[in-house]
């Protein structure tokens, strides 16, 4: 994989601890003192504390290739000095073997490696920069798993890890104490290697992980399977992508879908040229895309090779959308950005994609991609080189849900050799960070140039951004509840549904019924409606639509998002329905709407569907004409 560098002018602020987030794309934010030759960065924001943790490797500290790391606060002041906070309790090899980052639920930030003795730590530092389990942490995998580490945060302030030995998963939960190990291997013998995490409900876990055999090109296919705190499976292993024969260099990445479930996506050459392949399971472990060659972001192309994706998933619709590059197969000298937005069942929505840049035969890369929080947009960084070498400038384009363009930002506009970050930190607060470290001082004209960063805000702006408002909530209705009614002497079968209204008045309800064509609007001032039907058996769903938003359906007393009404014809009616009412509980009108009267002498002419108690002490629905 093509690795980019790049870089910016370095101020006397680099010397200084005190920063804060700028406007001026000529200057950005000094974050920490690094080596010349420090990378490997990752980002990563505590939605609680609002703190941004930095990560990169370097040779300091003399015990090799190692981590370190910094704290920012929302304002983009470092809190770890200038040089951030080495771990330096283990000797590390001159490689990376794979080092993974989170921030934890209780503010703190854990760093998961592999070292040079070949066992795998998890480092955990709270805000303060103090280590709650030891500078060394804690060894994980009971000494197995020497490679490639992955880490993702649970609700409870712990962590679930994950490693190989290249030939099998070691997965494992940790929180005050540590948890079992998970072993994930292949009876029939084949390699399981590069998994990845994200995390369902209740924290439990899907891990994605690839089946392959030896050799530089090799056969390939992706799984998924689900796993509980205490260790026990709750999702069987599923195939998500088919055998494919390709390098098996190439791995896939896992993003989770907002549901329970997650979306993985890789680019390989095996199917017809190099292309972007998604695929989707749900927070049950199922496949949702039928076809296990996957949905591919652009259609066979023998001209073009399309490589290099990142993703992020629409919060309302949950689609994934996804940003890449087009490069030519002939000599692979051109760079062009695209975007394409894939459903969780592989349709592709914006047919061969959304043209973002075409950059000509000067490199571009570095790319990343964001949904603003409330789902109202996305934006897409890059770094994006001038003249054909390395020298870069640092991108930002922002879109609406429909992939329409909305702003282009400069966020640094000089062009020195950058090492550009492997993630950006997604939005929180309205902003979204991306660092880079420079090869070279600027200032100095010599030496280690540092790590530097900038804020983008869901407006396009740079420095204090305008936090985004917040939609209005999309509450749904409760209370649903339905239930027959016939009239034997006219033969009319009807059901009657009612609810109780949400916090906020809707512009109207939509009231799905099973077998019946459309969708019934109903209007927001309503509690109930009264819809005549052929005798049968009838599945109802009610949602609230607001002018942002459809709310999820609404649940009956018993947690149910549906309601079965029987429609009975007149064989099968009881005559005990047809007693007289004694007890009138509610009136309602054939609009559904309900009356402020339980008197029916008090009623205009007209028909009206009464609900009251009969002799017997039934409760029963009668359709009346005054």
């Not at 072993?183 to 409900?201: P, V, W, Y």
């Not at 109202?376 to 890059?382: K, L, M, P, Q, V």
């Not at 064509?517 to 609230?544: M, N, V």
Request: glycine share 12%; aromatic share 14%; charged share 15%.
């Amino acid at each position: 994989m093509k690795k980019l560098f790049f870089t910016f002018l370095a101020l006397a602020v680099a010397f200084t601890v005190k920063a804060q987030w700028v406007n001026n794309p000529s200057t950005n934010t000094f974050i920490a003192n690094t080596s010349g030759d420090a990378g490997e960065i990752y980002l990563a924001t505590n939605h609680n504390t609002g703190d941004t943790y930095v990560q990169w490797m370097s040779f300091v500290g003399g015990n090799g290739w190692s981590p370190n790391l910094q704290r920012l606060n929302f304002a983009g002041e470092p809190q770890w000095g200038a040089n951030g906070i080495h771990i330096a309790g283990h000797e590390f090899s001159s490689m990376s073997e794979g080092v993974a980052m989170t921030t934890t639920t209780d503010g703190g930030v854990v760093s998961c490696f592999a070292v040079y003795d070949g066992f795998t730590y998890a480092v955990k530092i709270n805000p303060d920069g103090t280590f709650p389990w030891g500078e060394q942490g804690v060894q994980l995998f009971g000494g197995l798993g020497f490679s490639r580490a992955e880490v993702i945060a649970t609700d409870d302030g712990g962590i679930w890890a994950l490693g190989f030995d290249y030939q099998n998963l070691y997965l494992q939960y940790i929180n005050e104490t540590t948890g079992s190990v998970i072993t994930i291997s292949d009876a029939g013998g084949q390699k399981c290697m590069f998994g990845k995490l994200t995390l369902g409900t209740d924290n439990k876990v899907f891990v994605t992980y690839e089946k392959l055999g030896n050799g530089m090109y090799t056969n390939k296919s992706i799984y998924v399977a689900g796993y509980n705190t205490d260790g026990t499976q709750f999702s069987p292993e599923t195939l998500l992508m088919s055998e494919q024969t390709f390098q098996s260099t190439y791995i896939h990445y896992a993003i989770s879908d907002g549901m329970g479930g997650g979306y993985i996506y890789i680019w390989h050459p095996a199917m017809y040229n190099f292309n972007v392949y998604v695929f989707h399971f749900d927070q049950n472990g199922n496949s949702t895309i039928m076809d296990t060659n996957g949905a591919a972001v652009h259609s066979p192309d023998n001209n073009n090779l399309y490589i290099t994706a990142s993703a992020t998933v629409d919060p309302n619709s949950h689609d994934i959308i996804l940003v890449y590059e087009q490069t030519d197969d002939a000599y692979q000298s051109q760079c062009k950005i695209y975007t394409n937005r894939i459903t969780s069942y592989g349709e592709r929505l914006w047919g061969e994609g959304i043209l973002v840049l075409d950059n000509g035969t000067s490199p571009c890369g570095g790319y990343n991609i964001d949904a603003f929080e409330y789902g109202d947009g996305f934006a897409i960084t890059y770094f994006k080189s001038a003249g054909g070498g390395s020298m870069a400038t640092v991108e930002a384009q922002g879109f609406d849900m429909d992939g329409n363009s909305l702003w282009n930002t400069q966020m640094s506009s000089t062009t020195y050799d950058k090492t550009s970050c492997r993630n950006s930190s997604g939005f929180y607060g309205g902003q979204n960070i991306i660092t880079w470290i420079n090869s070279t001082n600027s200032v100095t004209g010599g030496g280690p140039g540092g790590m530097y960063g900038q804020n983008i805000g869901q407006n396009g702006e740079m420095g204090e951004v305008t936090p985004p408002t917040p939609p209005t909530p999309c509450y749904p209705p409760t209370n649903f509840e339905g239930e027959a009614y016939y009239n034997a002497e006219t033969g009319i079968s009807a059901a009657v549904v009612s609810w109780t209204a949400p916090e906020t008045q809707p512009l109207h309800y939509n009231l799905y019924i099973e077998g019946v064509k459309g969708i019934i609007e109903i209007d927001g001032e309503y509690t109930s409606y009264y819809q005549e039907l052929e005798p049968g058996d009838y599945i109802f769903k009610l949602s609230a639509v607001y002018e942002d938003c459809e709310s999820d359906f609404a649940l009956t007393p018993s947690g149910d998002d549906y309601i079965l009404i029987e429609i009975p014809n007149h064989e099968s009616v009881s005559e005990i329905e047809y007693e007289e009412i004694v007890n009138v509980i509610e009136i309602y009108n054939l609009n559904g709407q309900r009356l402020h009267t339980t008197e029916i002498q008090n009623l205009n002419q007209g028909i009206y569907i009464i609900k009251g108690v009969t002799q017997s002490g039934k409760i029963t629905t009668r359709k009346i004409v005054r």
